[in-house]
Nanobody
């Protein structure tokens, strides 16, 4: 079984910064994409940023220029650096690993972390 463990959420003032980390553990052969989604109260879960195994990145428009996603393939880790945070960034942030193979024979599977709360408030 593959588990995703997130860390780094918390309370920060507007304009502040936070780093979110996620490590995938278990028997892993390949992870195609790692990324972060968020869900605010009463809203649908949305993609914040993702990074492919070769380093290609994708950001939602509201994150461009403020957030940076990076990945360490050797550690199966993904990090989201969030700068100039705004109250509208407040949400539960979920780590996602997509196109995961536990062995080279496996089909692709998707995994989710349990989420970490990010609150931006003065």
């Amino acid at each position: 079984q593959v588990q995703l463990v997130e860390s780094g959420g918390g309370l920060v003032q507007p304009g502040g910064s936070l780093n979110l980390s996620c490590v995938a553990s278990g028997s892993i052969f390949y992870i195609g994409h790692m990324g972060w989604f968020r869900q605010a109260p009463g809203k649908q879960r949305e993609l914040v940023a993702s990074v492919a195994v070769l380093g290609n990145t994708n950001y939602t428009d509201s994150a461009k220029g403020r957030f940076t996603i990076s990945r360490d393939n050797a550690k199966n880790m993904v990090i989201l650096q969030m700068n100039n945070l705004k109250p509208e960034d407040t949400a539960v942030y979920f780590c996602n690993a997509n196109k995961v193979r536990r062995t080279w024979l496996d089909q692709f599977t998707e995994y989710w972390g349990r989420g970490t709360q990010v609150t931006v408030s003065s």
